[in-house]
């Protein structure tokens, strides 16, 4: 996870779902230009989307979750869960 931050920025499904996108803002989250956060709820939101798109990428999500959230810290039930 990157140092201290400034700036908190929750990450909606809108810019999860696009995998460019998310990727892009995970690069910025993890040097450390912004903290970023969402919550259980987006999670599903995202991956179901996706899932509905892309039939052949059901059930494989989890390992991109996962290391999004490791990549900032993400526990989820924690304070990640509600704002």
Same mark, same amino acid.
Do not use: Q
């Given at each position: 996870?990157?140092?201290?931050v ?7 499904? $809108?810019?999860l ?10 690069s910025?989250?993890t040097a450390?230009f ?7 709820r987006i999670?599903?939101e995202?991956?179901r989307?996706?899932?509905? %798109?892309?039939?052949d990428l059901?059930?494989?999500? %989890?390992v991109r979750?996962d290391?999004m959230r ?8 924690? $304070?990640?869960?509600?704002?």
């Amino acid at each position: 996870m990157a140092g201290h931050v400034r700036y908190t920025a929750l990450l909606d499904a $809108c810019v999860l779902y696009p995998l460019a996108m998310a990727d892009s803002l995970m690069s910025l989250a993890t040097a450390g230009f912004f903290a970023a956060k969402w919550t259980t709820r987006i999670e599903d939101e995202w991956i179901r989307a996706i899932e509905r %798109n892309r039939p052949d990428l059901v059930g494989k999500l %989890n390992v991109r979750r996962d290391a999004m959230r490791e990549s900032v810290g993400f526990r989820p039930g924690k $304070c990640n869960r509600r704002f």
